[in-house]
């Protein structure tokens, strides 16, 4: 699977962006499907992550009850919800697929093989 992630841009402190994880090539509904996050001289970090049916999700402490990730398989597309955006959440994003099948918790274990290229999103004070 294909994975095309945008959506990124310059927002100040507070506001809310989402950004959108498009998939082509194969269903992404067979597919568990991540966020994860890049800051120059950091290491990739988790964000979330969402399962095959999307009845179940997995968030980093960090964002917890401020990020939302949600899918439309009909439109083969997961999304990530992002309100009271901080500076700390400046980062390029990535979206990953994984075909394992795993809940809860466990999403955070997947393994992604599938990758897109990153969006920036800037938060600026």
């Known amino acids: 699977v294909q994975l095309q992630a945008s959506g990124g841009g310059l927002v100040q402190t507070g506001d809310s962006l989402r950004i959108s994880c498009a998939a082509s090539?194969?269903?992404?509904?067979?597919?568990?499907v991540g966020w994860f996050r890049q800051t120059s001289g950091k290491e990739r970090e988790f964000v979330a992550a969402?399962?095959?049916?999307?009845?179940?999700?997995h968030y980093a402490d960090s964002v917890k009850g401020r990020f939302t990730i949600s899918r439309d398989n009909a439109e083969n597309t997961v999304y990530l919800q992002m309100n009271l955006l901080k500076r700390e959440d400046t980062a390029v994003y990535f979206c990953?697929?994984?075909?394992?099948?795993?809940?809860?918790?466990?999403?955070?274990?997947?393994?992604?093989?599938?990758w897109g290229q990153g969006t920036l999103v800037t938060v600026s004070s």
């Open positions: 090539g194969r269903t992404l509904s067979n597919y568990i």
């Open positions: 990953a697929a994984s075909e394992a099948n795993l809940y809860g918790t466990n999403l955070y274990r997947a393994p992604y093989k599938s």
């Open positions: 969402i399962s095959k049916t999307g009845y179940s999700t």
